[in-house]
Nanobody
Framework: QVQLVESGGGLVQAGGSLRLSCAAS????????VAWYRQAPGKQRELVASITSGGYRNYADSVKGRFTISRDNAKNTVDLQMNSLKPEDTAVYYC?????WGQGTQVTVSS
């Protein structure tokens, strides 16, 4: 069974930064497309960023220029560096290698 474990969430003030990490087991992140999604209260889950096996990165328009997805093949992790955070970034963030999901990590940005 594929396992994805997120870490790094927390509470931060607007304008601050957080780095999320997704540790994968039973898959090789470098050989798969791995993505970060988020779900805010009362809203649908949305794609935030993804990285393919070839290293192509895709971002939601709302986070372009602020968030960066990266991969560490040696550690088998996929990270999401989030800068210039806004209150509207508040959500539970999930790591996914579809159809598998992590348990999520809460990110709260205060104004």
């Amino acid at each position: 069974q594929v396992q994805l474990v997120e870490s790094g969430g927390g509470l931060v003030q607007a304008g601050g930064s957080l780095r999320l990490s997704c540790a994968a087991s039973r898959i090789t992140v470098g050989a798969n497309t791995v993505a970060w999604y988020r779900q805010a209260p009362g809203k649908q889950r949305e794609l935030v960023a993804s990285i393919t096996s070839g290293g192509y990165r895709n971002y939601a328009d709302s986070v372009k220029g602020r968030f960066t997805i990266s991969r560490d093949n040696a550690k088998n992790t996929v990270d999401l560096q989030m800068n210039s955070l806004k209150p509207e970034d508040t959500a539970v963030y999930y790591c996914a290698k579809l159809p598998f999901w992590g348990q999520g990590t809460q990110v709260t940005v205060s104004s």
